[in-house]
C-alpha cells in the first residue's frame, strides 16, 4: 500500500512538473520575441529604401556575383540557407572603416551559426581595399605637406620624405597595421622587397601582396620592417563604380545613396533588416537582434 502511495505521489509531482514547463514555455516564448524586437528596434532599422521602397519582410534580395581579392566570382544566392550580412562600404569612407572590427567580431562570434558577411566595397581599384582592411591609409609627402590639417598632422616639418614619396598618413587602431608596429609619418621604402616610390608603385606591390606584407619604412631616418598578416576574417568583394560617381553598380541596384549601409538577409533569401550607417554589430543588442534569425 505505501509503495502504491508513493508511486501515485510521483506521478503526481511529475504531472505538476509537467504542467510548470508548459506554463514557463508559454511565458518564455513570447517573452523571447518581445527582447528580439525590442534589441532589433534598438539597432533602428530603416523602413524604406531609395530601391526597394517600403521594407516589407517578403521583400526578396537583389542576387549579384561580384570577385573577391583573388579573382573568384562569388553570388550572393549561393549562401542560402545561410544568415548574410551584406555590409556596403568604401575603402575612403572613414565611418565605414570604423564599422569593420565589430563586423568581424560579429563573424568570429557567429562562425559556427551559418553566418556570413559580405563586405561590398565600392572601388575601383583592390590596393586601397587591402589597405583599408589592414587599417592603414597613405597619401604622398607633397600632398601631406600641402594639407597638413587634413590628415591631422600638427608638425609637417618632421615629415619624412618629399614629392611623390608614400608616407602613412593614417592607422586605424586595432587593427592589423596598429598591431603590427605601423605608425603615421613612416616613409614606405618598399613592400616585399619591390621599392616604393610613389603611390603607382605602392598599388603595383599591393596587387601581389595578397594578405601577407612586409613593409620596410623609414622612421626617422632608421630603417625599420614591419611584419602584416591580415586573415580575412570578412568576405570582401569589389563593386566598381560604373561611372564617375563613388558608389559601385550593385550598391545603386540595392538604392544605396552613402556608405556604410548593411542588409540583413535570412535562410531563404529574404531582406530582415535594413540599416543605414554604421551600427554596433559587437554589442548585446546585435546578438539579441540577430539571434532569432540564426536560431530559426
Known amino acids: 500500500m505505501k509503495e502504491l502511495r508513493n508511486q501515485l505521489i510521483l506521478v503526481v509531482v511529475a504531472a505538476i512538473g509537467s504542467l510548470l514547463l508548459i506554463q514557463y514555455l508559454r511565458i518564455l516564448k513570447p517573452a523571447q520575441a518581445r527582447a528580439v524586437r ?3 528596434n534598438g539597432m533602428r532599422p530603416s523602413a524604406v529604401n531609395e530601391a526597394f521602397g517600403q521594407m516589407t519582410p517578403e521583400l526578396e534580395a537583389v542576387d549579384f556575383t561580384l570577385e573577391d581579392a583573388s579573382g573568384n566570382a562569388v553570388t550572393l544566392s549561393e549562401y542560402r540557407g545561410k544568415i548574410v550580412i551584406v555590409n556596403f562600404w568604401a575603402s575612403w569612407c572613414s565611418v565605414c572603416r570604423s564599422e569593420k572590427p ?35 591609409e597613405v597619401a604622398t609627402a607633397e600632398e601631406i605637406l600641402r594639407r597638413p ?34 605608425r603615421r609619418l613612416d616613409r614606405i621604402v618598399s613592400l616585399n622587397g619591390v621599392p616604393v616610390e610613389s603611390p603607382d608603385q605602392l598599388d603595383v606591390a599591393l596587387r601581389t601582396a595578397k594578405n601577407s606584407m612586409a613593409i620596410q619604412v623609414n622612421r626617422n631616418g632608421v630603417i625599420k620592417t614591419i611584419n602584416l598578416s591580415n586573415s580575412e576574417k570578412l568576405r570582401v568583394l569589389i563593386d566598381p563604380p560604373s561611372d564617375d560617381g563613388n558608389l559601385g553598380a550593385i550598391a545603386k541596384t540595392y538604392g544605396i545613396t552613402a556608405v ?28 539579441t537582434c540577430m539571434q532569432d534569425l540564426i536560431d530559426g
Open 38 to 40: 525590442a534589441a532589433c
Open 260 to 287: 556604410p549601409e548593411s542588409f540583413v538577409v535570412d535562410r531563404s533569401g529574404k531582406i530582415r533588416h535594413y540599416f543605414i550607417n554604421k551600427r554596433n554589430w559587437a554589442g548585446d543588442v546585435a546578438a
Open 102 to 136: 565589430s563586423l568581424e567580431n560579429f563573424q568570429d562570434d557567429n562562425a559556427d551559426d551559418d553566418v556570413v558577411v559580405l563586405a561590398v566595397a565600392s572601388d575601383k581599384d583592390w590596393a586601397p581595399v587591402r589597405r583599408a582592411m589592414m587599417g592603414f
Open 149 to 182: 590639417e587634413t590628415y591631422g598632422i600638427r608638425n609637417p616639418e618632421k615629415l619624412g620624405g618629399t614629392g611623390q614619396q608614400v608616407v602613412v598618413a593614417r592607422i586605424d587602431r586595432g587593427r592589423a597595421a596598429a598591431k603590427g608596429g605601423l
